[in-house]
Structure formats: C-alpha cells, structure tokens
C-alpha cells in the first residue's frame, strides 16, 4: 500500500542507517538534517496568518434557547492554499455544557485568493450581550509537521432575548378580552366603562342594561352594550434589587418577573392601553416609554435583555419617586417585587399611600413552589420540621399581602408558572370593573 504525506517522510527517516551502540554527531545530524529540511519547506509551503481577512455575519440576537448562527467568512489573499484549524471563541454562557469544543472548532481549506464560509451556532445559557472573543487559526503545511498561528478580531455581538414562555397564554387571554371589549353586555359596570353600541335583548342580559328610550323607538327591548375604556396607561415595574436575585426552580425570580410583564404588556397593548416600563433598584436600569401598540413588546424585550438583579437593597422611596414622575396622570402601576416581611414593611409600606392617592397599584410576587411541598411533608421528623417551617413562611406571606390589601392594593402572589396569567386576570378583572 503506497504510503503519502507525513507518513511516507516518517518511514523515508526511519529507514536511514544510524549508529545504535555508539551514537556520534555525524550519526545524529544525518538523521536531524533531513527532518529539519522537511519542517522548514512544510513551514515555507503554509500560508501566512497575518494577512487572512475575516468578515462576520448572521444573527444578531436570539431568544434564551434558542440557537444563532453566525457566519465568519474567511479570504486568503496569499498565493498559498490554507490548510487550517480554526477556533472562534465566544463567552462560556455562549454554549450549552460541554459542547463548545465541538461547535466553536473548524477545518478549512481556502485555496489562493479565494474565500470560505464557516459557521458557529452558538446556543446561549444566560440573557444579555454576547460579544465575540479573538479567533485563534493554525496554518499547517502540506505534510501537516509545521504550522503558523496567529489570532484575528472580528468583533459581533448576539444579544440574548428573554424567552417569553407565557406567550402560550395569549389567545386564551385576549379570548377573554374581547368578550370584555363590547362585545356582551357587562353585568357589573364601574363607572369607569365607555358606552360602544345597542343590540336586541336576549334572556340573561341584565335589566339594567335595557335603554328603555330605544326600546320605544322600536319593536324589540334594546340593551346598552359598554366596553372598557382604551387608551389607559400601564406602568410596568420591575424590582431589580437583591431580592429579584434568588432563585427559584432553575432561574432568578426577575425572570418570572419579567416574563409575566411580557405577557401583561401584549394583552394591555392589544386592549388599546399605552404600556412603559420602569427597572429599578437605587437607580433607574431600563426605561421604556411612549411606544406604539406594534413597538411596544419589542423595545420591552430588548430593554429587558440586558437586566440582571442588583446585590443592592431597593430604595422603596426612589422607586416610588420615580414611578410618579414617569405616570404623572392616573394609571395602573404594576409592581413586581417580593412579599418578604421585611422589605415590604420597612420599604415600601411607608412609601405606599404616595402610588395609592393618585394610581391604581397591583403587586406580583413570585412564590416559591417548594414551600407548598415543604408544607405537605409527612412520615418523619424532619418532614414535620420542615411542614412547619413551610407554614410559617406561607403565614408570613398571608400576613404581608393582607396588609397590601388594606391599602388599596391588588395582590398577585403565585408560583412561576402561574404568575403570568395569573397577571392577565388581574388586570382583566380591574379592566372589566372599570377600575383603570
């Protein structure tokens, strides 16, 4: 079998004579000589690093989960072929566990003056940038034994979108919505509702629908049909401060928190409400005001991408401050922050009644399931301790929200999965009472 390459070099050296028993510099250098003449062509024959022009292309943002490809295009401008290994490095978060040595590492051949296209499809762990690092290529010679290596800099940047899981929860949302927005007589009408139309009556409208002027114009019973007012403002915000940083399942409690404002914002935006958003700790970390309808979501979920909870505690005082000069007029501020005892009690309590006298406040917490699980726990004694300590903190939470609720203020307290349509029905319940 004919052998080629480095592997009929390898066995050309290995046949030569050398002394075993009794080495001697003649010996060594005849063996040395023609090897080192072998890597310095093989060193002469790889094509440069240096001039190599890099271009990058593809996504440039992606939602957590999902996958984005982007394109590096290589050009060898040299007269040489390029036989290369290449490495387009990217933040270890770029990558799901283990699979970065197989995603961000290429073979290419470029042949002179021509160009190739790789491509690194990076599938992101955490939210936020994702710039990419220096691109490290080794140039190799035909018979592979010498290589040259240098870095390139391409500069990209991925920026990670939240996922939006509750969006599931959308059409069965607005379902709902556009049984409130005319289109059925509403049973009880606050005295924030709009009249939209007339329509003959039918058994189980409420009587005091009937307008009894049209009906005597007319053959039939004629029954008011209302819908909610549009055009309402939302506030939407986020508590950033350490409390948004512990965990529950798999991810920060700012994620829930963020998601179930998504799913908020999408309903309120389709009900005609004008929606902003408000992140803040001790100062402001993202403000999104005055969208449209159709560039509402999007600026949130691109503002929302780069959050991260804040290892500071909140300043309930600035919050509040801030919140009023960002709703002047009357509108719904939603509040997504903790339930714990004491920054609810220190923080935000005395702060309260300044949101309360001229909005509508909704509170949202994120609760955590284990508690519920902790609080069923039989069989042996540490089950019983921990049932115990489960109730404990589950009375605290009753005891702290009961508060709220003697303030004026609606309180939404449930589990990640839950918390986002759980959202959406509070503000479809306040919407259908006329209390925007």
């Not at 197989?102 to 470029?110: E, F, I, N, Y």
């Not at 780069?306 to 501020?333: H, K, Y």
């Amino acid at each position: 079998m004919a052998l080629t390459g480095r592997a009929a070099l390898l066995a050309a050296l290995g046949s030569l004579p050398v002394g075993i028993w009794e080495p001697s510099w003649t010996g060594i250098l005849a063996v040395n000589a023609p090897l080192a003449v072998a890597c310095a062509c093989d060193f002469a024959l790889a094509a440069p690093v240096r001039p190599l022009g890099l271009t990058r292309s593809g996504d440039t943002s992606a939602r957590l989960g999902e996958t984005a490809d982007v394109t590096l295009t290589l050009t060898n401008p040299s007269r040489r072929p390029l036989r290369a290994r290449l490495r387009d490095a990217w933040p270890p978060s770029s990558w799901q566990p283990g699979t970065e040595t197989t995603a961000s590492r290429h073979r290419l051949t470029v042949p002179p003056g021509e160009r190739r296209r790789i491509t690194t499809r990076l599938r992101p762990t955490r939210r936020g940038d994702r710039h990419a690092d220096r691109i490290t290529i080794r140039s190799y010679g035909p018979l592979g034994l010498f290589a040259r290596q240098g870095t390139h800099r391409a500069p990209w940047t991925v920026r990670v979108l939240p996922p939006f899981t509750s969006r599931k929860h959308l059409p069965s949302k607005l379902a709902r919505l556009r049984e409130l927005d005319g289109r059925t007589s509403v049973l009880t009408r606050g005295e924030g509702t709009e009249f939209d139309s007339l329509r003959e009556y039918v058994p189980g409208d409420d009587t005091r629908s009937i307008d009894w002027r049209a009906t005597a114009r007319q053959t039939t019973v004629a029954v008011r049909t209302w819908r909610p007012e549009r055009d309402r403002h939302i506030l939407l915000v986020l508590d950033t401060g350490r409390t948004s940083a512990g965990r529950v399942g798999d991810a920060p409690r700012l994620d829930a928190s963020m998601d179930a404002a998504l799913l908020l914002a999408a309903l309120a935006s389709r009900a005609g409400d004008r929606v902003d958003l408000l992140a803040y700790d001790r100062k402001v970390r993202a403000l999104v005001q005055g969208r449209s309808a159709g560039d509402v979501l999007p600026a949130l979920v691109n503002a929302m991408a780069t959050l991260e909870p804040e290892l500071v505690e909140t300043d309930a005082r600035g919050l509040a401050a801030t919140a009023l000069r960002t709703s002047p007029r009357r509108s719904l501020i939603v509040l997504l922050t903790t339930l714990d005892a004491a920054p609810i009690e220190e923080g935000l309590l005395p702060v309260l009644s300044q949101l309360t006298q001229r909005h509508t406040v909704l509170l949202a917490s994120v609760a955590d399931p284990q508690i519920t699980d902790m609080a069923t726990s039989r069989g042996h004694v540490d089950a019983v301790y921990e049932a115990a300590a489960a109730a404990q903190a589950q009375s605290e939470r009753d005891r702290t929200a009961e508060q709220l609720r003697r303030h004026g203020v609606t309180v939404v307290d449930a589990t990640p999965d839950d918390l986002a349509p759980a959202l959406a029905d509070a503000y479809l319940a306040l919407k259908s009472a006329g209390r925007l």
